[in-house]
């Protein structure tokens, strides 16, 4: 072994010169133009990265005088990262936000203004409309530019629903239409009648929207929904359902909690609905196989409510205050709304894109599962079936998410170790608590 | 009776080859027939608790090679299975090919130089450091190993953001060096081998470094001389540990390297899934099971160094 | 004579660990001190350090009710988790310190898991084993228990997938002990055999006293281990279900970089630090009674 050891070393040593140079590079100048580089970082899967990256070289192409260095990770990573690199201002130019974060990072002032490249020209919003927009919107300003809209979708196993003899309901079935129909597919077959999600913390706030309300309120400092009463309801009919074995038990719903759309009981055929958003139907057609069927739905309401479904704002690209080159910056944002040659490549794969044209010229090129993405957003953006887009989410959120909601409401409760009342109770007033800056 | 047996004899002096050790359990007489049957049975039995055992240890080592030779759709369908229905190895060839043009092989040399540079330089200085708190009465001693053994109970996570602006002030953002130095200077996590190169120095008579002394040997030649080479064990242990702690390492090199085409296996496999979309799970596995390979290897070629015992050939009297 | 000696000690003793030295003072002693700061401050990270004194402290303790669940699902883990793999890391590795065919293989084998180690791919297939549906289930079937238990998000059951995961991974201390062992002289035994010595005796006798420097590092080690868990839980459980595995390093990641809070973060990390400490520093002062340096000779 000692032998080898001065081999092994100096191959080490000659392979990794290059890893000690910083790993940026310049590319040969352009004759007159200057030289921009900008820096891109987003979070995604293998797809989005690869689709991503040709987009970019797609732009680079065409503008020779700019260069990109990108960078990626994965979502549970991508934060750390960003964060850090915002606390030692190394941000990149442009960032994918998201709409938990965004209005942290812009009262932080970590991101820059894109009102003045809007109404300029640069970023060009003119085929679109504010659905698509005002997700992006923080205390009337906008951060950030979707890059692809989706909404909360119920997505329904049309084979499952045929065998058990139910007609799928109707665009307005409320929450009543949707506990019987749960509880006649879990007596006629035997599986789930829906699956593990039915608590997720966005059909909490979506119930409230349905009453003109939301989760929020509009100054971000306390909770902003007058009534308790909805949401008691609404866990007091989980807990039926979970009773009833309808749906599963709060063990199996936990170990649901970090499993993508693949592995969600619907795709083996263990439960007949699922909650997702519209873009994972992607995943969720893929993974179940092309011969299983599905129909996507919207949302339960609230008898005699509005709509509880909204066009949601995805992921964001946003111009960070760090960059030296926020137009750009600004430019390349525009593009990927804009160009059709970019969404080619790109494929909705984050969701519907906000222009018109763009949705356009991409619907022939669908695969069935995407045609199923972008009809239902279609469906959504028709009056009657959505509500207007809320902000994002306050700052002190995710504290209420991860500290409150899951640990301290839900989980106790569809346990059975505190009431529905109780846990409303105790929800509201942490969310307060935290959210007007009271407590941690 | 007094495990100190013999005091003069050094204890290092274990060279019998352990293979002719006798079983000398009972003193009964036996005869050779049934002593071999004896051992037979004692044998067999050895190996089919092993085999079961090594069944349950390895078992979802099996399930990740299994799931990465499923096609897609049978993944989930088919979890409990261990045979797949269909074999296919297009998990391999899509995970290869990485991400916008950088393929796993660009990755793999990453983590070779990144894993083999950072343990050669890991278990150099801690054996050094190691020799000087165990071997070395010097004023401060106790005190300067408390705190180093206090550097290991504070999460990592914690001393990322303070260090991140160090090096960012020094502009090696997107190098190796803020994943190497540490490692070099012994502060990513290498207390826990300088403790246990120590506690194996304890274990080795103080005379045999006397007598060294008296023979006019310096401390460092007391230490290459004498020390090191009783405990090749755990030099070799701490550099497969290190090995590997580095091979798997995330968090360093996700907050450091920015280009893709710096990034090390564990970095490009965490940013494979995405929740929120479309995850290529048996790309995930197929390039997970390939990544235990390299490791495997190490721990298999170095292995034989931690069990050989210590011969020292020389020492005795 | 005697001055110069000391002087000769402490410079080969400073120069032997320079490197540590010096990689402490420039690396780790700036953030040690920057935590320690911090702590008595509000620090969202993307914004400056506010001072705010002893409220992070005073709302961990008295008003925070996930923390003490926290600090309560870190001790039983520890606890339950650190025997019983000391314990199959020393069975295991005698049993494969003896000479039979094939103990390589089995080496490789039993320090197989600890290799997969955090891994995306452990955490799924983890959850695949203990799903209500999984091998875990399916193995009970077949001895007639027809268990349908969601291991992993059942309040009572799920610290133990993770305790069985740790101790899954036990072939790191095997490894050790396994180096311990061998740097047993043989000829020990055989005198000890030749004196008529039984198998237990020998063990008893010759080769715990003499492990026991291992013994002991593997000891704290664990404990400190055990103390700092993070990722299983990270990736498998999430804190999951009713804070049951919302270990404290988990537990403090989330409020550091989840909520923004690094001050609180930065806090929890130093009354960390204070607990792991003392159980270290109990283990250190109870040292001399029973571990045997064969280095230092017999005692008093």
Known sequence: ?440 | MNPKVQNDSPIGAAIAPMNQRQSVGNSLPMSMRQKKRRDLAKSTLFHVLVIASGIIMIYPLLWLLSSSLKPRDEIWNTVTQLIPHHLTIQHYLDGWSGFGGVTFTTFYINTFIYAGFGTILAVVTCTTVAFGFARIRFPGSRIWFAVMLLTLMLPVEIQIIPQYILFSRLNLVNTFVPLLLPRFLDQAGQAFFIFMIVQFIRGIPIELDEAADIDGAGRFSIFTRVILPLIQPPIVTSAIFSFYFTWGDFLTPLVYLNSPQLYTVSLALRAFADPSGLTDWGAIFAMSFLSLIPVIAVFIMFQRYIVQGISTSGMKG | MRNKRLRANALAGYLFISPWLIGFVTLTLIPILAIMVLGFTKYPILAAPKWIGLENFRYMFFGDPRFWKSVWATLYFAFASVPLKLAFALAIALMLNLKHRGTSVYRAVYYAPSIVGTSVAVAVMWREIFDSKGLVNGLLHVFGIPSQVAWLGNPHTAIWTLILLVIWQFGSPMLIFLAGLKQIPVELYESAAIDGARTWKRFTRITLPLLTPIIFFNLVLQIIFGLTVFTPAFIITSGAPLDTTNFYALYLYTRAFENFQMGYGSAMAFVLLLIISIFTAVVFKSSPYWVFYESEGPKR
């Open chain 1, 1 to 440: 072994m000692k032998r080898y050891l001065p081999i092994i070393i100096s191959v080490l040593l000659a392979a990794s010169v290059p890893l000690f140079a910083n790993g940026q590079k310049e590319s040969g100048q352009a004759s007159g133009q200057q030289q921009i580089n900008l820096g891109a970082i987003w979070w995604g899967s293998q797809t989005r990265d690869e689709r991503t990256i040709a987009a970019i070289k797609l732009y680079e192409k065409d503008h020779p005088n700019v260069h990109f260095t990108y960078q990626f990770a994965g979502w549970n990573d991508y934060w750390t990262k960003v964060t850090t690199q915002a606390a030692g201002k190394n941000l990149p130019d442009i960032m994918q936000q998201d709409y938990a974060y965004v209005t942290e990072w812009t009262h932080r002032n970590l991101l820059t203004n894109l009102d003045p490249y809007v109404s300029s020209g640069v970023i060009d919003l003119s085929h679109t409309s504010a659905p698509y927009i005002d997700g992006g919107k923080v205390d009337g300003h906008l951060y950030a530019i979707d890059l692809g809209a989706n909404s909360q979708t119920w997505v329904l196993d049309t084979d499952a629903f045929k065998k058990a003899g139910i007609p799928i309901p109707p665009n307005d079935w409320t929450w009543n239409d949707f506990e019987k129909i749960t509880m006649e597919l879990h007596q006629k077959l035997g599986i789930w009648g829906m699956g593990p999600n039915l608590t997720d913390e966005q059909i909490w706030k979506s119930i409230y929207l349905g009453l003109g309300e939301w989760g929020y309120a509009k100054d971000g400092k306390s909770v902003g929904y007058s009534s308790d009463k909805p949401f008691v309801d609404f866990l007091n009919m989980a807990l039926r359902l979970q009773k009833a074995g309808a749906i599963p038990s709060e063990s199996n719903v936990i170990t649901y909690l970090n499993k993508g759309p693949e592995q969600l009981p619907i795709v083996t055929g263990k439960s007949a609905m699922a909650y997702v958003w519209s873009n994972q139907i992607v995943a969720l057609q893929t993974a179940a196989g092309a011969d299983r069927h599905f129909t996507l739905h919207l949302l339960p309401r609230i008898a005699g409510g509005k709509s509880s479904n909204y066009i949601k704002n995805g992921q964001f690209f946003s111009v960070t205050s760090q960059s030296k080159n926020p137009k750009a910056a600004a430019e390349f944002i525009n593009f990927i709304t804009n160009s059709v040659d970019a969404n080619k490549i790109l494929l909705a794969e984050r969701g519907v894109p906000i222009s018109t044209i763009v949705q356009d010229a991409l619907k022939p090129l669908l695969s069935p599962a995407d045609a199923a993405q972008f009809n239902f957003v279609g469906l959504v953006a028709t009056a009657g079936n959505s509500s207007p887009t809320p902000p994002p989410d306050p700052t002190g959120a995710a504290n209420v998410i991860q500290n409150v909601y899951q640990p301290q409401v839900i989980q106790p409760v569809m346990f059975g170790n505190i009431t529905p009342e109780q846990g409303a109770a105790l929800l509201r007033s942490k969310a307060d608590a935290i959210l007007s800056g009271k407590q941690q």
